[in-house]
Nanobody, 128 residues
């Protein structure tokens, strides 16, 4: 499974960006994977941002992004999106998409080690 993240860039505080993560692979089927987004700021550990189960009904968010970010997915395109609104300078980080096959205890989705596949990251910079 290969994950390709895109959509990062430079934006002013209060602005918006939409990240995309396309998945590919001979055996990949969106309908069996949980997809997630994490981010890592310079000098900090990788932290959970959002996750979505295969049906799109169950979503999970870090408290720091609730109400501002929305995760969604298009299983037909094997793609997950992260719509980021009302961006703040503290949202500046490299954003990584991730995927894991199967269903787990929901608390597991917040942990990086749950995910088996990772994209290369896309940089989001929010200026003040």
């Amino acid at each position: 499974v290969q994950l390709q993240a895109s959509g990062g860039g430079l934006v002013q505080a209060g602005g918006s960006l939409r990240l995309s993560c396309a998945a590919s692979g001979r055996t990949f089927s969106s309908y069996s994977y949980v997809r997630g987004w994490f981010r890592q700021a310079p000098g900090k550990e990788r932290e959970f941002v959002a996750a979505i189960r295969w049906s799109g009904v169950n979503t999970y968010y870090a408290d720091s992004v609730k109400g501002r970010f929305t995760i969604s997915r298009d299983n037909a395109k094997n793609t997950v999106y992260l719509q980021m609104n009302s961006l703040k300078p503290e949202d500046t980080a490299v954003y990584y998409c991730a995927a894991v096959q199967g269903t787990y205890y929901s608390g597991s989705y917040y942990q990086p080690h749950t995910y088996h596949y990772w994209g290369q990251g896309t940089l989001v910079t929010v200026s003040s």
